[in-house]
Structures are given as C-alpha cells and as structure tokens.
C-alpha cells in the first residue's frame, strides 16, 4: 500500500542546508560526495552503512536523528511516494503544497514532509486527525492530530520538541501534532486535553516550523472550545488556511456574536509571526496601518482603508493600508499593494508612493 507525501517550502529562495537539518524532497537531493542516498519519509537524508541493521544511517544534516541509525521499518520517499499505510491527500493539501512549496526558479526552502494528515496505529493501520467540529458551539483549531501508539523512538528519550515525527511515540513529549500539509512535528501539545487550557498548533510562519504548545486561556491564547479560555473571553477561528487548518484564539468577541458594546465593532487581530490571534472590540477608524483588520465588516476598524492581501494566493487577510488604488493616492502617486511576509509573517500595509 502506498503513503503520499506532500513536501511543503515557503517560496523564499533556493534549497539551504543549515547546521540543524536539511530537508530533502527525493533521493536525487541526497548526495554525499560521490555517495547517493536516500530520503527517508520524514523527509532527511541517509546514506549506506553496513554497522547498521537497516543497511542506512541518517546524515549529518538530519537535525536531531543526525548520524544515528535508520529504524528497518522507515519507508523513503523516492521523490513522491512511500511505503506504509495506504491515504490520500486532499485536493487543498495538495494545492497547499503546490502552491507554497515552488518558487520561481523551481526550488524549494525550508521544506518538511507529511503523511498527509494522519498517525499510525500499533497495528499498522492508519488513524486520521481530528479537531472539534464546533457543535457545542465551540470553534475548531488547527484540526492537528496525535498518533497514540507504535513507531520506532529515537534515542532513549525520543525527538525533542520541533523535530520530524511519523507517531507519537518518537517524540519526548508523546505528541506528534500533524497541520495539514506541513506536516508532522513533535509537539508540546496535539490538543487541548493535553494542557491545562488550550493547545497551539505548529506555527507555519517561522522557520524552522515551531511546534505545537499549549496556552494560558488569555487573550490571544490558543484554543479549541470556550472552555479552554477565560471566563470573560469566546474561542473563535481567526484564520483558516486551505490545506494548512484552522487557528483559534481567546478573544472578547466572535463576528457571529457575542457583540461589542454599541459603539464598537468586533475586529480580528493577527499576530501571524506567532501564529496567534484573536477577536477584540475597538472603535472605527481606529486601527492603524501595518494591522490586520476584518474584510467585508460593516464598519471598517482602520483609520484609512482595509485592503484584501493573499497569503501566497491561499487565504485572504485585511490590512490596514494608505490606499487600495492609485485614485487614493495624492498627485501622480502610485498605490503599492500590501503583502505578507516571508518567512516570519510580518504584515505590510499598502502605501504611496
């Protein structure tokens, strides 16, 4: 039966290898002097070596299995494909994948491998993720996913938080949180059972992809339900990016309700570098630029104007901006479109020039 994978790199430049790890795609990348390796699921490179029982041991640039042996059971990649459990990739995964992972020159940065959005079981069989459906009222967030046993642990303790996993049971912490197409990282936390309050999901901003870890039910903190929030504050979805999930936060409204006291509009605040975020209540007009605010709201939060900008052409955000055309812009000047930044995530407002 065959796995997919689905390799994931922000379009930012060409392949790098850093002192942590170097992410390969397919065997082809493998190369160690006149050596060809290989390229294991979890998307780093081994090469041939007779000390070890499965005949390959991990490079130096593998991050935190680095040089140690390759477990009999890993599958590799061979540029598309895998061995072990049989699953599909969604059509969004997949052009989650496409879309953010080929730069203009053909090549990748920064990239992690998936098996697309699903764990495996003891027995071999595979487990899907899930995430709260909302229907206790209550907001879904990043639909990650834990597989809760088997896998080969590496090392006596396991990976370290942020490291390439395939089950829990290969991470110190014994989660191994899965966010669509970026794939799987061990994690503080896989849901908000796991913590005191609620469970972040991976951050896709930074570089390398932060793991998953669990709030203090403040504003802005992570959430799945309201119950993982303070008292005085709703859980609700500020961001849901297509093939990636959803991300929820603590926040003192929701656009659907509950409302902001009259005078006020509801208005979602992206903290994209953290990949945190929330609802809060504020004035209109009173958003500056350089900040997110909500499209289509009835009642714009900026002080100027809310531009629609795309994440690398997947989900639309608002931000804060001097123009939205040319017409908005004193004498001859020229209205330069906001963007997002990457990687980190920064927003840039729109401006004159």
Same mark, same amino acid.
């Given at each position: 039966?065959?796995?997919w ?9 060409p392949?790098?290898c850093s002192s942590?790890a170097?992410?390969?795609a397919k065997?082809?990348?493998?190369v160690q ?5 290989t390229?294991?699921?979890?998307g780093v490179?081994s ?7 499965s ?11 680095a040089?140690m042996c390759?477990?009999?059971d890993a599958?590799?990649s061979s540029?598309?494909?895998?061995t072990?459990?049989s699953g599909g ?5 997949t052009?989650?994948a496409?879309?953010l992972g080929?730069a ?5 940065d920064?990239t992690v491998?998936t ?6 079981d003891?027995?071999g ?7 709260s459906?909302?229907?206790?009222g209550?907001?879904?967030?990043s639909?990650?996913?834990?597989s809760s046993?088997?896998g080969?642990?590496?090392g006596d303790?396991?990976?370290p938080?942020g490291s390439?996993?395939?089950?829990a ?9 899965t966010?669509?197409?970026l794939?799987s990282?061990c994690s503080e936390?896989?849901?908000d059972?796991d913590?005191?309050w609620? +469970?972040g999901?991976?951050n ?6 932060a *793991? #998953?870890? %669990?709030?203090d !039910? ?9 119950e993982?929030?303070d008292?005085a ?5 500020f961001?849901?990016?297509p093939?990636?999930?959803?991300f929820?936060?603590?926040g ?5 309700g509950?409302?902001c006291?009259?005078?006020q509009?509801c208005?979602?605040n992206?903290d994209l570098p953290?990949?945190?975020g929330h609802?809060e209540?504020?004035s209109?007009?009173s ?6 605010c909500?499209?289509?709201?009835a009642f714009e939060a900026?002080?100027m ?5 795309q994440?690398?052409?997947l989900?639309a955000?608002?931000? +804060?901006g001097?123009c ?6 004193l004498? *001859? #000047?020229? %209205?330069?479109s !906001?963007?997002?930044?990457f990687?980190?995530?920064?927003l ?6």
């Open positions: 039966m065959t796995r994978l689905v390799i994931i790199g922000f379009a930012v430049g392949i790098s942590d170097f992410f390969c065997d082809g990348q493998c002097g006149e050596v060809r390796g390229c294991q699921v979890s490179c090469f041939p070596d007779s000390d070890c029982d005949g390959h041991r991990f490079g130096e640039f593998a991050g935190a299995v040089n390759v477990p009999e599958g590799t540029g598309a494909e895998s072990g459990s990739v969604s059509p969004a995964e052009s989650a496409e879309t080929a203009d020159d053909g090549t990748t920064a491998s098996t697309a959005n699903s764990g495996v003891s027995d069989s595979e487990s899907s993720s899930s995430g459906d909302g229907s206790d209550s907001s879904g967030s639909g990650g996913s834990s046993t088997g080969t642990t590496t303790q396991g990976l938080d390439v996993c395939a089950v049971s290969d991470c110190a912490s014994g989660h191994c949180a966010q669509g197409a794939g990282i936390c896989t849901t059972a913590c005191g609620g +469970c999901p991976p896709p901003f930074s570089r390398p992809v *793991p #998953g870890q %669990c709030g !039910g403040a504003l802005g903190a992570a959430c799945e339900a309201n993982s929030c008292d504050l709703t859980c609700s979805v961001l849901d990016v093939g990636i999930g959803t929820a936060g603590c003192e409204c929701t656009p659907e509950p409302s006291p009259m005078g509009i208005n979602v992206l953290d990949a945190a609802h209540c504020v209109p007009g958003v500056p630029n350089g900040a997110s909500t499209l289509g709201a900026c002080d104007f809310c531009e629609s900008v994440i690398e052409g989900v955000i608002g931000i +804060c001097e939205l055309s040319d017409d908005d812009c004498g *001859p #000047g020229i %209205c330069i !906001g963007s997002v930044q990687p980190g995530g920064s840039i407002h729109s401006s004159c020039s």
